[in-house]
């Protein structure tokens, strides 16, 4: 089947602008996970998703930062008033069951959506 | 200190030479353990898993774990000059739980033919 789609798949944006980033996970996928890749940096965990809650939301670095996920599919990042310092790539990936006790589920990664903001 | 740590490399071997991967972690409580490949402007594909003490070997790939020293390493046998990528260690559990990958910087490695 399909994997992880990420639209759009780059978004060049004015500082402060609003931008809504979309995700499309492995259908059947209950769990979702954002992140985030700078220039040089490492990957950085935003959010998780299972279903449509989001119990683990300590990444987000800043009230500009929200994320939605509805019908247990697609789920959207949206930045408000966007900040240079917000430029990256934004990895979006989804597992099967998610956590299940002490266990982590293979997470799949779409292909991202590169963010320049101006 | 950083949770989990890489050489940013590059590490440049020949083709079919053996690449060695190191990765530390810093949270003693970690339970799982991955590898990733990243090609230049690709998302990640997880390559290996590794959750105990020991070797887990899956064709020329090769994790080793040692939770007492907090290292995981990933050996690459004949590489090819397709093996060319950045390679992410991941790990979870411990302090920061089990819904959330910490990454490594990467290894930048490169095979030459």
């Known amino acids: 089947g399909a994997g992880v789609s990420q639209s759009p798949s780059n978004k060049v944006t004015e500082k402060g602008k609003d931008v809504e980033l979309r995700c499309d996970p492995i259908?059947?996928?209950?769990?979702l996970y954002w992140y985030r890749q700078s220039l040089g940096q490492g990957l950085e965990f935003l959010i998780y998703?299972?279903?449509?809650?989001?119990?683990?939301k300590s990444g987000l670095p800043s009230d500009r930062f929200s994320a939605e996920r509805t019908g247990g599919s697609v789920s959207t990042l949206t930045i408000q008033r966007t900040q240079q310092e917000d430029s990256a790539v934004y990895l979006c990936?989804?597992?099967?069951?998610?956590?299940?006790?002490?266990?982590?589920?293979?997470?799949?990664f779409g292909p991202g959506t590169r963010l320049t903001v101006l | 200190q950083k949770e989990v740590e890489q050489n940013s490399g590059p590490l440049s071997v020949p083709e079919g030479a053996i690449a060695s991967l190191n990765c530390t972690y810093s949270?003693?409580?970690?339970?799982?353990f991955f590898w990733y490949r990243q090609y230049s402007g690709k998302s990640p594909e997880l390559i290996m898993s590794?959750?105990?003490?020991g070797d887990k070997e899956d064709g020329r790939f090769t994790a080793q774990l040692n939770k007492a020293s907090q290292y995981v390493s990933l050996l690459i046998r004949d590489s090819q000059p397709s093996d060319s990528a950045t390679y992410l260690c991941?790990?979870?559990?411990?302090?920061?739980?089990?819904?959330?990958?910490?990454f490594g910087t990467g290894t930048r490695l490169l095979v030459s033919p």
């Open positions: 990936a989804s597992s099967l069951r998610g956590t299940s006790g002490a266990s982590t589920d293979t997470q799949y």
């Open positions: 259908s059947g996928h209950t769990a």
């Open positions: 998703f299972q279903g449509n809650s989001a119990p683990d």
């Open positions: 949270d003693r409580g970690s339970q799982s």
């Open positions: 590794i959750y105990s003490n």
């Open positions: 991941a790990v979870t559990g411990g302090d920061t739980g089990f819904q959330k990958l910490v």
